[in-house]
């Protein structure tokens, strides 16, 4: 069993930056694919960003590409999503998931493990 925690949103003007964190707890983290999605009000869950179990393929949706990073820290149980030139609508909660394959996936059902959310809001 894998257990995230996302933390590190909040309120940012537009143009400003921020950094989620995801935190897994469970040994076979380093083995497994990791994934940030976000839902906004009204709208269906979407992948924001995706990478491998080493590192080595990430993918972002169109809509962040060039602004935001995905990272992720094998050692310390973490996945990284840094976000800079923030739009208003980049406003959502962001969710960390995890995929017990170690290549990269982008769908939503591919995703076994999924944290709790933390709230992104951009202020135009």
């Known amino acids: 069993q894998v257990r995230l925690v996302e933390s590190g949103g909040g309120l940012v003007q537009a143009g400003g930056s921020l950094r989620l964190s995801c935190v897994a707890s469970?040994?076979?983290?380093?083995?497994?694919?990791m994934g940030w999605f976000r839902q906004a009000p009204g709208k269906e869950r979407e992948v924001v960003a995706a990478?491998?179990?080493?590192?080595?393929?990430?993918y972002y949706a169109d809509s962040v590409k060039g602004r935001f990073t995905i990272s992720r820290d094998n050692a310390k149980g973490t996945v990284y999503l840094q976000m800079n030139s923030l739009k208003p609508e980049d406003t959502a909660v962001y969710y960390c998931?995890?995929?017990?394959?170690?290549?990269?996936?982008?769908?939503?059902?591919?995703?076994?493990?999924w944290g709790q959310g933390t709230q992104v809001t951009v202020s135009s």
């Open positions: 469970g040994r076979t983290f380093s083995s497994y694919a």
């Open positions: 998931a995890g995929a017990t394959v170690p290549f990269m996936v982008v769908s939503a059902a591919s995703y076994d493990y």
């Open positions: 990478i491998s179990w080493n590192g080595g393929n990430t």
